[in-house]
Protein backbone atom coordinates (compact mmCIF):
# COMPACT_ATOMS: atom_id res chain seq x y z
CA UNK A 1 0.00 0.00 0.00
CA UNK A 2 1.55 3.29 -1.08
CA UNK A 3 0.51 6.97 -1.23
CA UNK A 4 2.53 8.90 -3.45
CA UNK A 5 1.82 13.47 -2.99
CA UNK A 6 2.74 15.37 -5.55
CA UNK A 7 2.10 18.87 -7.08
CA UNK A 8 3.19 21.23 -4.31
CA UNK A 9 5.45 23.99 -4.83
CA UNK A 10 5.92 27.92 -4.64
CA UNK A 11 3.38 30.20 -5.03
CA UNK A 12 2.61 34.20 -4.28
CA UNK A 13 -0.82 35.01 -2.23
CA UNK A 14 -3.86 34.60 -4.29
CA UNK A 15 -2.28 31.79 -6.57
CA UNK A 16 -3.71 28.21 -7.00
CA UNK A 17 -1.93 24.92 -6.84
CA UNK A 18 -3.29 21.32 -7.62
CA UNK A 19 -2.06 18.49 -5.42
CA UNK A 20 -2.00 14.51 -6.32
CA UNK A 21 -2.07 12.09 -4.64
CA UNK A 22 -1.25 8.48 -6.74
CA UNK A 23 -2.46 5.45 -4.89
CA UNK A 24 -0.64 1.79 -5.31
CA UNK A 25 -1.70 -1.64 -3.47
CA UNK A 26 -5.04 -0.57 -2.88
CA UNK A 27 -8.41 0.66 -4.47
CA UNK A 28 -9.35 4.54 -3.68
CA UNK A 29 -13.31 3.53 -4.04
CA UNK A 30 -12.99 1.48 -1.07
CA UNK A 31 -11.12 4.12 1.33
CA UNK A 32 -12.01 7.63 3.20
CA UNK A 33 -9.13 10.01 1.83
CA UNK A 34 -8.07 12.94 3.74
CA UNK A 35 -5.86 15.74 2.61
CA UNK A 36 -4.02 16.84 5.84
CA UNK A 37 -0.90 19.10 6.35
CA UNK A 38 1.56 20.00 8.85
CA UNK A 39 3.32 23.60 9.37
CA UNK A 40 6.44 23.18 10.75
CA UNK A 41 6.30 22.89 15.03
CA UNK A 42 2.52 22.53 14.61
CA UNK A 43 0.59 19.45 15.04
CA UNK A 44 -1.25 18.05 11.83
CA UNK A 45 -4.34 19.65 10.64
CA UNK A 46 -6.64 17.74 8.48
CA UNK A 47 -7.76 20.10 5.61
CA UNK A 48 -10.46 17.96 3.56
CA UNK A 49 -11.76 14.51 2.94
CA UNK A 50 -14.03 12.22 0.35
CA UNK A 51 -15.18 9.27 -0.58
CA UNK A 52 -15.85 8.29 -4.15
CA UNK A 53 -18.09 5.55 -3.73
CA UNK A 54 -20.53 7.26 -1.66
CA UNK A 55 -20.43 10.49 -3.11
CA UNK A 56 -19.34 12.60 0.36
CA UNK A 57 -16.90 15.67 0.80
CA UNK A 58 -15.50 16.95 3.72
CA UNK A 59 -14.00 19.95 4.22
CA UNK A 60 -12.63 22.13 7.55
CA UNK A 61 -13.21 26.12 7.85
CA UNK A 62 -9.77 27.09 6.59
CA UNK A 63 -10.70 25.11 3.27
CA UNK A 64 -14.19 25.85 2.49
CA UNK A 65 -14.21 28.08 -0.32
CA UNK A 66 -10.92 27.81 -1.47
CA UNK A 67 -9.93 24.17 -1.48
CA UNK A 68 -11.77 21.52 -3.86
CA UNK A 69 -11.57 17.74 -3.26
CA UNK A 70 -11.74 15.40 -6.10
CA UNK A 71 -11.06 11.28 -7.64
CA UNK A 72 -9.90 10.01 -10.76
CA UNK A 73 -10.72 6.40 -10.22
CA UNK A 74 -9.74 5.25 -13.57
CA UNK A 75 -6.08 6.82 -12.17
CA UNK A 76 -6.87 5.83 -8.70
CA UNK A 77 -5.66 9.26 -7.56
CA UNK A 78 -6.99 12.29 -5.67
CA UNK A 79 -6.95 15.88 -5.88
CA UNK A 80 -7.22 18.95 -4.01
CA UNK A 81 -7.14 22.18 -6.19
CA UNK A 82 -6.38 25.00 -3.91
CA UNK A 83 -7.14 28.64 -5.25
CA UNK A 84 -6.45 31.93 -3.27
CA UNK A 85 -3.68 30.69 -1.11
CA UNK A 86 -2.36 31.99 1.77
CA UNK A 87 0.17 32.30 3.36
CA UNK A 88 -1.01 30.07 6.79
CA UNK A 89 -1.58 27.51 3.97
CA UNK A 90 2.16 27.17 3.95
CA UNK A 91 2.76 23.36 5.02
CA UNK A 92 3.54 19.76 4.07
CA UNK A 93 1.12 18.19 2.07
CA UNK A 94 -0.04 14.52 2.57
CA UNK A 95 -3.21 12.34 2.03
CA UNK A 96 -3.99 9.65 3.95
CA UNK A 97 -6.85 6.57 3.90
CA UNK A 98 -9.38 4.58 6.52
CA UNK A 99 -10.97 1.72 5.72
CA UNK A 100 -14.57 3.13 6.47
CA UNK A 101 -15.86 5.59 4.18
CA UNK A 102 -19.08 5.11 4.92
CA UNK A 103 -18.36 7.50 7.90
CA UNK A 104 -16.33 9.74 6.32
CA UNK A 105 -17.58 12.59 7.89
CA UNK A 106 -17.24 11.93 11.44
CA UNK A 107 -13.90 10.23 10.82
CA UNK A 108 -12.97 13.75 9.43
CA UNK A 109 -14.17 15.56 12.27
CA UNK A 110 -11.71 13.53 14.08
CA UNK A 111 -8.82 14.46 12.04
CA UNK A 112 -5.42 13.02 10.84
CA UNK A 113 -5.10 10.17 13.97
CA UNK A 114 -7.31 8.28 12.54
CA UNK A 115 -6.37 8.20 9.03
CA UNK A 116 -2.54 6.16 7.83
CA UNK A 117 -0.50 5.12 5.20
CA UNK A 118 0.35 8.69 4.21
CA UNK A 119 3.37 9.73 2.40
CA UNK A 120 6.11 11.38 2.43
CA UNK A 121 4.08 14.55 1.02
CA UNK A 122 4.43 17.30 -0.58
CA UNK A 123 5.30 21.11 0.14
CA UNK A 124 3.16 24.05 -0.70
CA UNK A 125 4.94 27.73 0.23
CA UNK A 126 3.00 30.76 0.19
CA UNK A 127 5.23 33.65 -0.24
CA UNK A 128 5.70 36.98 -1.66
Known amino acids: LQLVESGGGLVQPGGSLRLSCAAS????????IMWFRQAPGKEREGVSC????????YYTDSAKGRFTISTDNAKNTVYLNMNNLRFEDTAVYHCAVNRRPEILVQLCGIGPSVFGSWGQGTQVTVTS
Open 50 to 57: ISSRFGTT
Open 25 to 32: GLILDDYA
